[in-house]
Nanobody, 122 residues
Framework: QVQLVESGGGLVQAGGSLRLSCAASGRTFSNYVMGWFRQAPGKEREFVAN????????YYADSVKGRFGIFRINTRNTLYLQMNNLKPEDTAVYYCAAGTTTAQDMRAYDYWGQGTQVTVSS
């Protein structure tokens, strides 16, 4: 059974940093693309970043380029999202997802975590 478990969310002031983690289990993810999405209250879920588990090619939403970094540690089967210079508009529930394409459409992802709340105060 595939499981993606996020952690690391919390409350932070604008300009601060957080690192989210996503522990993946239940299958081999070497052929997968791992992604982070977020959903703010009243808004649709949106793409944040993704990375090929093998090879490490990354893509970012324009809104987070230069501030967020996605990476994985294969030996730990864990995905990370380093978030720096956080802004109030980054406030959302952040979800980890696994899929087989680099598409930024959430419908391309097969597995999802339960989400972790990130709140950025001004």
């Amino acid at each position: 059974q595939v499981q993606l478990v996020e952690s690391g969310g919390g409350l932070v002031q604008a300009g601060g940093s957080l690192r989210l983690s996503c522990a993946a289990s239940g299958r081999t993810f070497s052929n997968y693309v791992m992604g982070w999405f977020r959903q703010a209250p009243g808004k649709e879920r949106e793409f944040v970043a993704n990375i090929r588990w093998t090879g490490g090619i990354t893509y970012y939403a324009d809104s987070v380029k230069g501030r967020f970094g996605i990476f994985r540690i294969n030996t730990r089967n864990t995905l990370y999202l380093q978030m720096n210079n956080l802004k109030p508009e980054d406030t959302a529930v952040y979800y980890c997802a696994a899929g087989t394409t680099t598409a930024q459409d959430m419908r391309a992802y097969d597995y999802w975590g339960q989400g972790t709340q990130v709140t950025v105060s001004s």
